[in-house]
């Protein structure tokens, strides 16, 4: 599965987490199958959702999300929404739009959340998504990806 998480936006947090880091996924993340003509996945807590357009799959695929329950710690991530999304691997013929919602309580102390991006793990280091955005009143963050 790949993995997208809320950080803020500091250099510092890329490469930050050192190491290997690990996910545990309990229960297994069950999948919501979206086909060629598009459609919408949810997490099963409602904040996490993934839309995807028609065209952005050439086939019907499970597409698993499962919020994260040890992810590595680095400085400014939100950690209450990391969230692992699968199938791995996973590549889009448009891009699919990724919307995490945050509790403004969750945001780590010092940091306004005018600076939250969404981050995806790569190995062991986040990248940011170039373009992601933040809504401070719907408290929610939003971008795009070509893959999981």
């Known amino acids: 599965m790949k993995s997208i998480a809320l950080a803020a936006a500091f250099a510092a947090l890329v490469g930050a987490c ?16 979206v086909g060629p003509s598009g459609g919408t996945v949810t997490s099963a807590d409602g904040a996490a959702t993934l839309t995807f357009p028609a065209g952005a799959l050439a086939s019907s695929t ?28 996973s590549q889009f013929a448009q891009p699919v739009t990724i919307k995490l919602t945050y509790q403004p309580s969750q945001v780590p102390v010092g940091i306004s959340p005018i600076f ?17 955005t933040v809504d401070t009143v719907a408290h929610t963050v939003t971008g795009t990806t070509t893959h999981f």
């Open 18 to 33: 050192g190491g290997s880091p690990t996910t545990t996924v309990t229960p297994p993340p069950a999948g919501t199958t």
């Open 62 to 89: 499970s597409i698993t999300t499962a919020a994260m329950t040890n992810p590595p710690a680095s400085p400014g991530l939100v950690t209450a929404s990391a969230y692992d999304f699968g199938p791995s691997g």
């Open 116 to 132: 939250l991006r969404l981050f995806l793990r790569n190995g062991s280091t986040w990248d940011s998504v170039p373009g992601s």
